[in-house]
């Protein structure tokens, strides 16, 4: 049991949501978590939260509803409240234990009025299967749980617009004319979710301007790999074909980083949370869990980011890895964004790069993939002269790509034109 992380689920009464919450994690996540439930107040089992989890197999009969107080000498790793007034009142508890709030409606009160069983019991059902999804993604969604990824966040309280930039590669023309067109847009937060630097080159002067104008800065995988001066890409491709052509590109990006460039890209977050006016977004490269995990629209799991959101309390999550820009609005209202890449087209026969602007100055939070244009025709003139090959040039001047398409999952681009102004 030692190796277990203890975790206690908080709320007022230990009546419901607290003790669902406690069924789910020693149903699912039993080798993962030493799990407990407890309240500020004890309410009782609630029989309704009994039945509901009974239905999906899962017993909760036997608990009891326990007081926090009695469980304050516990060293528990992570202590989740599940409801507003428990993260109100929780108690400080001693050690090393980490607070995090993952709200849920109260099902006895959403069911106060109803006229029948069905009625009553909805609200639990639906309660019930909201904490199964966070349940199922916990292990790896939990602060400081995401696999060695370092972690930051930025505070942009009164930004109500973002614009969100990734996959660079070192195209610095097309990074700076989509800079240009978020501010135009109406940008007053600029992040960049990884890869300054790749194929075209141009490293040093990418990272300069990024220190210069972006208010949040991410490492992707070619950045960690650069920082150690590996001459590997760490992309992660499925075909050994696109990872070797992959690792081509990044090594050119490497002859023009010096050991203080490195040595700052080493310190760069692979994750933030990043709070603005509208609410919190959660920022990566490939997915809160992995640098390079590639987040593809054709192979999109609507519960899996559902967790990821609800555990961070987070509006939206964007990522960028893929290149492949899209939108998801999911059925709680939440986001799910791919911002695509700035440094390279997306593979439609288009040569302009995309980026994604949201906008919370309205009553929901929108996302918007922006197209932007630029000399692309110059640049690879540039390119050719200073050596890049032609298979990282000639996507530029056609907009289709040469390298990462024996990876691409079957019907990514049909399900890219279903999802991307969703």
Request: negative net charge; aromatic residues 6%; contains cysteine.
């Amino acid at each position: 049991m030692d190796d277990k992380l203890k975790i206690l689920f908080l709320c007022t009464g230990n009546s419901c949501r607290s003790q669902m919450a406690e069924g789910w994690a020693r149903h699912l996540k039993s080798d993962v978590f030493e799990s407990y439930s407890a309240g500020v107040e004890t309410h009782g089992l609630n029989p309704n939260a009994v039945s509901v989890m009974a239905e999906v197999g899962v017993d909760i009969s036997t608990h009891q509803s326990k007081l926090v107080d009695d469980l304050l000498s516990v060293p528990f790793d992570y202590v989740v409240t599940v409801c507003g007034h428990a993260h109100e009142s929780c108690p400080r508890f001693p050690g090393k234990a980490k607070v995090v709030h993952v709200g849920f409606d109260d099902p006895p009160k959403l069911a106060a009025n109803a006229k029948t069983e069905e009625e009553r019991l909805a609200p639990y059902r639906r309660v019930r299967d909201e904490i199964r999804e966070v349940i199922a993604v916990l292990d790896e969604a939990l602060p400081g749980r995401t696999a060695g990824l370092s972690e930051r966040r930025f505070g942009c309280s009164k930004a109500n617009c973002v614009a969100l930039l990734g996959c660079a590669y070192g195209n610095l023309p097309a990074l700076k004319a989509c800079v240009e067109d978020a501010r135009e847009a109406g940008a007053d937060v600029l992040a960049f979710l990884g890869d300054a630097v790749g194929a075209f080159g141009h490293s040093a002067e990418t990272l300069a301007f990024l220190r210069e104008r972006f208010d949040c800065i991410l490492a992707g995988n070619h950045d960690l790999e650069a920082a150690k001066g590996s001459e590997v890409c760490g992309c992660g491709y499925a075909s050994p074909e696109d990872e070797r052509a992959s690792c081509l590109g990044h090594q050119h990006a490497l002859k023009s980083l010096d050991s203080s460039d490195r040595l700052w890209l080493s310190e760069l977050p692979s994750l933030s949370e990043l709070d603005t006016a509208a609410g919190r977004l959660l920022l990566c490269h490939g997915s809160p869990v992995q640098v390079n995990e590639f987040l593809y629209a054709s192979r999109f799991d609507e519960k899996r980011w559902r967790g990821w959101l609800k555990t961070r309390d987070a509006i939206a999550l964007a990522c960028s890895h893929t290149g492949l820009p899209w939108v998801k609005r999911l059925a709680d209202g939440r986001l799910a964004v791919n911002c695509g890449a700035a440094g390279r087209p997306d593979h439609d026969g288009d040569p302009a790069v995309h980026y994604a602007l949201l906008d919370g100055s309205g009553p929901e939070l929108t996302a918007e993939i922006r197209r932007v244009t630029y000399d692309h025709e110059s640049w690879v003139t540039q390119l050719k002269e200073e050596g890049v090959e032609s298979t990282f040039t000639e996507t530029l001047l056609t907009g289709k790509w040469l390298t990462g398409l024996k990876s691409l999952p079957e019907g990514e681009p049909a399900a890219l034109e279903r999802c991307r102004h969703s």
